[in-house]
């Protein structure tokens, strides 16, 4: 260090280590285009996979296009030599109106389209995301330049700058990925929460014209660009509600008397005149008029063919319906349900669904837990066991799924299981997806337990299968309780036999390390779907 007159003088480092003022509010500027950035980048991949199914094929393409796009505007980036400030507040706005209104966007186009045109919107879905990709990655280099031409100097390094400038970028992004899923989406949906960011980068676009309001040629029309993209904004957030009601009675086709989004999924409940329907993501869960077929067949075989169940396990079945059959044998004694989406359970618990399913809910029988079945089967241990294992879920469309249709899975079942117990679970149609039914078949019969396959039509899905499971066989029982509408002792066995077009075909063995349950599924059912 050398002494001047004046005292000390201030080295290099000391000097790069004071930050201005202007240069912090550039590097919380980096922080918000960074959350924002990944924000469009998730709604896209939600909407996705909500509209198109497959979340693992659709968040791959979407996030795989987004990241190119990013490239792209970095590269355009050096074309950029001249008012750079300009620029910047031009992308800013651009990203604002065109990330903000995206999931809008989308979402009314996907209604507009008639049903099973697919190809428009996904062409439609991909421009937009390399559109707004590609604006993205124009700000970090334009934000960088400015930081070294209007707040630096020559006092940051390449080197300081650098880390400055990415350190705000990932701590955004680590911010929006957790609040995205638990705490925007499930509290603004996603058209608000789209809006919410497009409105945060409208926010950067605002600082910039008044920050650098002395650089800015055309301060005027900035300032007006800014208005207008803000009333563009505020009227999407006003609308917000009415679009998305009236999109989805577009893709619904009936009156929607129920709507929620969770951190897991969008759940809608509509009521026409063939009556109630329960919508997961867009996939039916049931109708009212033949939902009783279904979970007859899912519950009295397992529940009479046993004999003399106690304690019942439901894993999956948020919607009550299944415990509803369940309670019709009074020697039942506790009914535990496990159901991931808490927002199920409450819709299940609303005067259109306990209508359906008696309440079942607030049975003192049942006790509701709300976890993954797959991390709770592992933790908690029932010292009696369960007679009875009904595993409901929603099919096996993506990995996250397969794992509970898998060895690994039905291991963990079985250790809840008692001797003569029997697990049924619910296996798509043999119909339509045999190599995806008998590889369910296949998987349970791999962990060592004898199975019973069986079918039931169930108009609003088809032919419908379930496999039922134990370490015993299943006799055929002689008494149902009274009251059912579908079953008969009469009946039951004839749902055992597979005529031709649904016979047994090669199907494998579904693994965490080898899912080719999922393989399977999106094959049979991609053209259906």
């Known amino acids: 260090m050398v002494s001047g007159p004046d005292g000390p003088a201030s080295s290099p480092g000391e000097a790069s280590d004071r930050v201005s003022p202007a240069e912090a509010l550039l590097l ?145 992004a680590l911010l929006v990925a957790l609040a995205f899923p638990l705490l925007l989406v499930p509290q603004l949906g996603l058209v608000r929460t789209g809006l919410f960011f497009g409105l945060l980068n409208w ?88 939902e009783y077929r279904y979970h007859e067949a899912l519950v009295h075989p397992g529940m009479a063919g046993h004999g003399a169940v106690r304690r019942v396990l439901v894993l999956g079945g948020g919607d009550g319906l299944a415990l509803r059959e369940i309670l019709r044998y009074p020697g039942v004694e506790r009914i535990t349900l496990v159901e991931l989406d808490e927002q199920v359970t409450r819709l299940a618990r609303s005067p259109q669904l306990a209508r359906l399913n008696g309440d079942a809910l607030r049975h003192p029988k049942v006790q509701l837990v709300h976890a993954d079945a797959y991390a709770w089967l592992e933790r908690h241990r029932e010292p009696q066991g369960y007679d009875l294992v009904i595993a409901d879920f929603p099919d096996p469309g993506n990995h996250q799924l397969a794992k509970l249709y898998s060895t690994s899975f039905y291991q963990r079942v079985m250790e809840h299981l008692n001797a003569g117990g029997y697990l049924v679970v619910q296996s798509t149609s043999p119909l339509v997806a045999p190599h995806s039914f008998w590889t369910v078949v296949d998987t349970l019969e791999a962990v060592g337990l004898v199975t019973t396959p069986y079918h039931a039509n169930v108009p609003s899905f088809g032919e419908w299968g379930f496999v039922l499971a134990g370490r015993r066989p299943w006799a055929t029982p002689s008494r149902l309780p009274a009251g059912l509408r579908f079953l008969t002792p009469e009946t039951l066995p004839l749902m055992m036999s597979f005529p031709p077009d649904m016979a047994r075909v090669p199907g494998g063995v579904n693994r965490l390390s080898d899912p080719v349950l999922v393989q399977h599924f999106l094959r049979e059912w991609g053209g259906v779907h």
């Open 28 to 172: 919380a500027s980096v922080f918000l285009i960074a959350a924002c950035g990944l924000a469009y980048e998730l709604a896209a991949g939600s909407l996705a996979s909500y509209l198109l199914g497959d979340s693992v094929l659709q968040f791959s393409t979407v996030i795989g296009s987004y990241l190119f796009a990013l490239g792209i505007g970095s590269y355009l980036s050096r074309f950029v030599q001249r008012q750079l400030v300009a620029q910047f507040l031009r992308v800013e706005l651009l990203v604002a109106l065109l990330g903000g209104l995206l999931p809008m966007g989308l979402f009314a186009a996907h209604s507009l389209l008639p049903p099973g045109m697919e190809a428009p919107f996904r062409v439609l879905l991909y421009a937009l995301v390399l559109l707004v990709g590609s604006l993205v990655g124009l700000e970090i280099p334009l934000v960088m330049r400015i930081l070294k031409e209007k707040t630096s100097g020559e006092r940051a390094s390449l080197r300081e700058l650098v880390s400055q400038v990415l350190t705000f970028d990932y701590l955004g």
């Open 203 to 290: 926010a950067v676009a605002l600082w910039a014209l008044w920050m650098f309001r002395a650089d800015l040629r055309a301060w005027r029309s900035h300032a007006l660009a800014c208005g207008a993209v803000l009333a563009a904004l505020l009227a999407a957030w006003a609308g917000a509600e009415r679009l998305t009601l009236w999109a989805e009675q577009r893709y619904y086709g009936e009156p929607i008397v129920l709507q929620q989004s969770s951190p897991y999924q969008r759940v809608v409940v509509t009521e026409g005149h063939t009556g109630v329907k329960l919508y997961l993501n867009g996939n039916l869960q049931f109708h009212e008029r033949d």
